[in-house]
């Protein structure tokens, strides 16, 4: 408190700098992994040694090139931290089971080198790292990427290449409950949609990632996959469907809500989340892609400092107190 003998001396006070929350690094890391560990187990259990051998190779390839850019950086090493294993992880998600080891690699690498260190390390990234390593491996080798024409052994199918290709008659017989364990063609953890799910709301109760860009994702894509099957339904199957499959929950738990790419207020967070499902539909519907999801993500990731411009009124304001600050200002100008 200021003296009131003179009322020139102003303290500013504010809490002490080792006071904090309890939250580290290292702890939200812990509870990602948890939070993926279903899908992986599920993956594995479904794919074998090749799923292994992905998921590891994507992990152990993100460490290593994160140390050797921190090394050259003259930096910390911080591989203790749990977020370069997440982002090989979540990239080993993208990729079909029978992607060859030099594929996996070079994606990983991509995506620790030029998606992370590149722009100064973590939180640092305007866009999702493990997303720039997918794109980059994506459109550089499509045959590779393409669970459709390099798994040729399985039964299974992708559900959004029928969809795209044949209309809602080709999902006529696809099963909700198939879809939600993961019993589809994809990428190798992106499938296991029901596995994902209750890792993502793992990640919202404990208060790891806010609900507010989950649910508005979700809401986008439903909202606009409704639309299209009222418009006409032989054409555009239902929105369950559009949920279910592809990597939409990955994108909306886990891609879309990386801490460095995303505003943080409630406004913009349910405006970012929404214009990306909305995205999700129209890439899938009017592209050239089947899932569009992880594109949906990078073009809202881009858009991100924009949504956080928009700010609602201070604490106590009332309404059309910005028109009375501006009136204020002009008769004082005068």
């Excluded at 214009?275 to 949906?296: C, Q, W």
């Excluded at 028109?323 to 100008?333: G, S």
């Amino acid at each position: 408190m200021s003296n009131p003998g003179n009322s020139d001396i102003l303290l500013a006070i504010s809490t002490p700098p080792f006071w904090h929350c309890g939250r580290t690094i290292p702890k939200h890391s812990l509870h990602t992994l948890l939070a993926l560990a279903p899908a992986a187990l599920l993956s594995i259990l479904q794919w074998g040694v090749p799923a292994v051998r992905v998921m590891a190779l994507a992990v152990l390839t993100a460490l290593v090139t994160e140390a050797v850019c921190q090394t050259l950086m003259k930096r910390k090493l911080t591989q203790d931290n749990g977020t370069a294993a997440i982002t090989g992880l979540l990239l080993a998600f993208l990729l079909p089971a029978s992607a060859p080891w030099w594929l996996v690699a070079l994606g990983s690498a991509c995506a620790i080198g030029i998606g992370r260190m590149a722009f100064g390390g973590y939180g640092a990234n305007q866009v999702s790292a493990t997303l720039v390593g997918w794109a980059l491996i994506f459109v550089s080798f499509p045959a590779f990427m393409d669970p459709t024409s390099s798994l040729l052994q399985t039964s299974l199918f992708d559900p959004l290449l029928r969809i795209k290709y044949f209309g809602s008659a080709a999902a006529a017989d696809l099963s909700l409950t198939d879809l939600l364990l993961g019993r589809q063609l994809g990428g190798l953890g992106a499938a296991q949609s029901g596995a994902l799910l209750l890792g993502g709301l793992y990640l919202v109760l404990r208060g790891v990632v806010r609900w507010e860009i989950p649910l508005a994702f979700l809401l986008g894509v439903l909202a606009a996959a409704s639309a299209l099957h009222l418009m006409n339904g032989a054409l555009y199957a239902g929105p369950l469907v559009h949920l279910a499959s592809g990597s939409t929950v990955l994108a909306a738990f886990f891609l879309a809500t990386e801490d460095s790419c995303s505003p943080h207020r409630r406004i913009p967070m349910l405006c970012y989340g929404l214009i990306g499902g909305v995205l999700v539909m129209l890439i899938r519907t009017f592209g050239i892609y089947t899932d569009g999801a992880p594109f949906a993500v990078m073009l809202i990731n881009l858009l991100a400092p924009l949504f956080t411009l928009i700010r609602s009124r201070p604490f106590g304001a009332r309404p059309g107190w910005k028109n009375k600050a501006a009136a204020e200002q002009r008769r004082t100008e005068a």
